[in-house]
């Protein structure tokens, strides 16, 4: 997700940010994305709500204009989320 803010767009955004986005949203957050959009990496509809879902529920939305948008920010903390969880599955099943 570096170098650039994600969020939905008339076309959508794709890239291997996207689809890093796309695999810690459903795999270590449990969100669930269309596979459409999962196999093309696309930020689309469905990832655009997996997003809005996450920052609602961990307080993230500050304005309106922001929900949705992963910028730098979010990504620091999806990234943070990300590294607890691996440390948490690492020491369960070591």
């Given at each position: 997700?570096?170098?650039?803010?994600l969020f939905l767009?008339?076309?959508?955004?794709?890239?291997?940010?996207?689809r890093s986005l796309?695999?810690?949203?459903?795999?270590?957050?449990?969100?669930?994305?269309?596979?459409?959009?999962?196999?093309?990496?696309?930020?689309?509809?469905?990832?655009?709500?997996?997003?809005?879902?996450?920052?609602?529920?961990?307080?993230?939305?500050?304005?309106?204009?922001?929900?949705?948008?992963?910028?730098?920010?979010?990504?620091?903390?999806?990234?943070?989320?990300?590294?607890?969880?691996?440390?948490?599955?690492?020491?369960?099943?070591?």
């Open positions: 997700m570096k170098g650039r803010n767009t008339a076309p959508y955004q794709t890239g291997d940010d996207v796309q695999f810690d949203l459903t795999r270590f957050l449990g969100s669930t994305i269309p596979e459409e959009e999962v196999s093309q990496g696309l930020f689309g509809i469905g990832t655009h709500k997996a997003v809005v879902k996450f920052q609602s529920k961990h307080g993230l939305i500050f304005s309106k204009g922001a929900a949705g948008t992963v910028d730098t920010t979010a990504e620091r903390i999806v990234e943070a989320v990300n590294r607890l969880l691996k440390f948490v599955v690492y020491n369960e099943y070591s």
